[in-house]
């Protein structure tokens, strides 16, 4: 059985240094596992990818040639590589029983609003894979709930697209401190685990509004008001939008997140994940 890890989520939120700290767990527990790029804008990173996207198109090529711009360019490459998709069966043709982990770019109109990457996925599926997909958003970003509501939002969006079971994460947690110094200095932006923790797994009492806060003046808006209520019953009443942690500095978080990939790949959403202490290898025995 061949396994692939869609790795998704916006510009810059860690997603090519996720793929590479997965392969290297994946390697360092004896499991075969290889990177596919699909940035035809990427550059090079620790690890060669088994395939990769710029063997068939890259977009400097694009941009230059035909006069794209970056955006137009790259939604010409993945157009190209639908019209090309026996080119990735070739590619894929080697691989049997292994994890495959997909480095996707990071333009976030490619996971909401085009057909590319649900396309993408059918097709693996049809090829016999089993297919999943992560959203990352790092911890930076999560620091009020108006960026909290525009992640939440974009990830559902994402998910509803792509169709597949799915792992939220909130990446970089390593730069989060825990210093109450520094979160009531606000220095240098940084947040406290604390400040964030209530976003991981979102109870809704606490994403409405403070007193005194800025969502205070904007609540004096009741439309505005009433949007805000609604999203955060969406959020309440929709159990796949909560994040998991992700610190890369830590071998067992990778490790959490690592086995919440392999359950929900192997189970789907439809049970809840279990704590890694809580599985046997009997839930894994095909995927080593
Ligand atoms: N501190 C910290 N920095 C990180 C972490 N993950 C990624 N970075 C940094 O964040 C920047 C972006 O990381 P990438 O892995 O390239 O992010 P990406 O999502 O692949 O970016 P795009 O390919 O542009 O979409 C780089 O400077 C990384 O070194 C992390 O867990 N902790």
Redo the contacts with the bound molecule.
Sequence with gaps: MRYAVLVT???????????SSLMTHLHTAKRSAHLVNL?PA?ESGEYEPAIDIRDLISLPDVMEELGYGPNGGLVYCFEYLLQNMDWLDEELGGYEDDYLIF?C??QIELYTHHPFLPTLARHLIRLGMRVSATY?I?SQFMEDKYKFFSGVLSAMSAMVNLEVPWINIM?????VTTSSEDAASGRNGVRTKKDISRFLDPDPLLLVSAPGSREERTERNSKFHALNRAIVQLIEDHPLVSFLP????NPDSIETVLSHIDYTMQYGEDEEPREPADMDDGDFADME
Excluded: N
Aim: proline letters at 7%.
């Design positions: 989520g916006p510009a810059g939120a860690g997603k090519s240094t996720f793929c940035d990427a480095d770019p990071g990352l790092e990446s970089k947690m390593d730069l992700l610190d890369l500095t």
